[in-house]
């Protein structure tokens, strides 16, 4: 029979024990709290059980902890209570199949980020699905359908992937196609889900980025963007903004380039150049005398270039050159935050 907890908790100066911080992970000292040393009635849970205290006590207050009668019930109730009533006293909600999905996560203590994201996964229909396929159900299998946007969330697509990388990566050649081909793109993630390898999923994706047509599109036209088409306007440009537009003339002279003065706030030079996958791309952004934009510039800028059609990613060949690299066995190259800044920090 478990006994009830009645002892006082640990003071501050008293170490909470390896095995226990091995067994609790980053909630060790709340579960000495809780039960008394040796920890008995909380080491003999039964592990589905163990990690639904975890997530009580990683979501419970502080003050809770500190009165001795809350205390005592939070013992009783990690022990004899249903799991339902452990959620409606201590957790709040969560939603239908957490519970479930904690008996299929292993023995080890997750952090509480990660119990934090299984749970919201598990609110979602399609990730809840496919994490119902998973034995175990990983951090790593979470954090995949994290990233991966929600037509991807599929078991055929997350059975393919190996790390939480090839996700974001998977990601972003959905963006691109969605970019490309709209309400279409529905289609292409039809034949990813019959790929029957990872690398053949990313042989898939990788020609799905790629044009089908090769066209030449036009340059694209804003109200906010005066499109600087003469040496003579990239000149004055170039003495308005204190930089060295003026040195850009055969760039744009080439049509691989177009160079354009934005209203802002604050007032930009940008450079949107030609790109194989997305028709054009932003280059580069600067505010005057080269000031690096600050991030509500930033987003203001962007929602302007999707507005018109131009990508404010990588290149297409950078990412295509990715999908197909990771399609022949080579580690995710992602672009992640740095790169997509680029244009503005460069």
Sequence with gaps: MHLVHRAAP????????????????????????????????????????????????????????????????????????????????????????????????????????????????????????ALGAERPITPDKVAMLAALPEPLRADAILRRLTAPDDALLLAEAYEAVVWRLGAQ?????????????????????????????????????????LRLDTRRALEQAGVQFRNCLATYVMEAASGQSVIYSWAGPPPTAVQISRDPVFGWRLEQARGQGNLILDEEARARLRAVMREIGVWPGRTGVDLVSALASRSSGMPARLAGTAALDDAFDW
């Design 10 to 129: 640990p003071s501050a100066a008293e170490a909470v024990p390896p095995f226990l911080t091995f067994v609790a992970g980053a909630r060790a000292a709340r579960v000495a709290q809780v039960f008394p040393a040796p920890y008995t009635a909380y080491l003999t849970t039964p592990t589905p059980r163990r990690h639904l205290i975890h997530v009580a006590l990683d979501e419970i207050d502080a003050r809770v902890l500190e009165d001795p009668a809350r205390v005592a019930r939070l013992a009783h109730e990690f022990q004899f209570a249903t799991g339902d009533v452990v959620v409606a006293h201590w957790i709040g909600a969560v939603p239908p199949g957490f519970l479930k999905a904690l008996g299929r996560i292993g023995e080890a203590p997750w952090a509480p980020e990660h119990y934090a994201a299984l749970k919201a996964m598990i609110a979602v229909p399609g990730a809840r699905l």
């Design 185 to 225: 793109a529905v289609r292409v993630v039809d034949r990813w889900r019959r790929a029957d390898s990872e690398a053949r999923l990313f042989e898939m994706a990788s020609k799905s980025v790629q044009p089908d047509e090769f066209v030449l599109h036009l340059h694209p036209e804003h109200p906010d963007l």
